[in-house]
């Protein structure tokens, strides 16, 4: 997804609705936005072999550790598998301590990678994995992504853990 939070003009009014609706955890707009990305993975050469029926979606988990409210990128994992995106969705990652949100930070208070990766636990899965994808709602600064993908990788060194970030409009 493409956020802009200061931007002009339609793609990023369109995001910032688009994160609004997905903070809201609408359960029917969650399988509908699933539909639409996977319609967008089909048509978009960019997006093609981005998911496989194989992937297991691992949710980043959100900035707090109370488990309090939606889970938006558990709900959009859950979603995503639905629509065929994946094997499962696995919510092995989890906080260990809260972090301040990164979209509410002041400049300079945003954490860490590190601070990030610190603050994360991985289960021991059952199975190994094959191939992980990382499910977040939105991305900031990607630190939080790319804490979670160190993390995972630690737990599950032999799984691919594709981190890529593609900016395409984010709703026809």
Same mark, same amino acid.
């Given at each position: 997804m493409f956020i802009s939070p200061g931007g002009k003009g339609t793609i990023c009014e369109?995001?910032?609705?688009? +994160?609004?609706?997905?903070?809201? %955890? !609408?359960? +029917?707009?969650?399988?509908?936005?699933?539909?639409?990305?996977?319609?967008?993975?089909?048509?978009?050469?960019?997006?093609? %072999?981005?998911?496989?029926? !194989? !992937?297991?979606?691992v949710p980043v988990p959100r900035s707090s550790t109370k488990a309090c409210g939606t889970w938006v990128a558990a709900d959009l994992a859950r979603a995503l598998v639905h629509e065929g995106l994946g094997s499962m969705a696995w919510p092995g990652l989890h906080r260990v301590c809260a972090v301040p949100k990164s979209a509410t930070a002041a400049p300079g208070g945003r954490p860490t990678v590190s601070r990030h990766f610190e603050s994360f636990l991985m289960e021991r899965p059952s199975i190994d994995h094959e191939s992980i994808v990382l499910i977040d709602d939105v991305v900031t +600064? %990607?630190?939080t992504l790319l804490a979670a993908a160190a993390r995972v990788r630690e737990a599950l060194p032999?799984?691919?853990?594709?981190? +890529?970030?593609?900016?395409?409009?984010?709703?026809d």
């Open positions: 369109r995001s910032r609705l688009l +994160r609004t609706l997905l903070k809201e %955890g !609408d359960a +029917r707009f969650m399988y509908k936005y699933a539909v639409r990305v996977h319609q967008q993975a089909e048509q978009c050469s960019e997006l093609a %072999g981005f998911f496989s029926c !194989d !992937d297991v979606l +600064r %990607g630190r032999h799984a691919q853990i594709p981190v +890529r970030l593609h900016c395409c409009e984010p709703w």
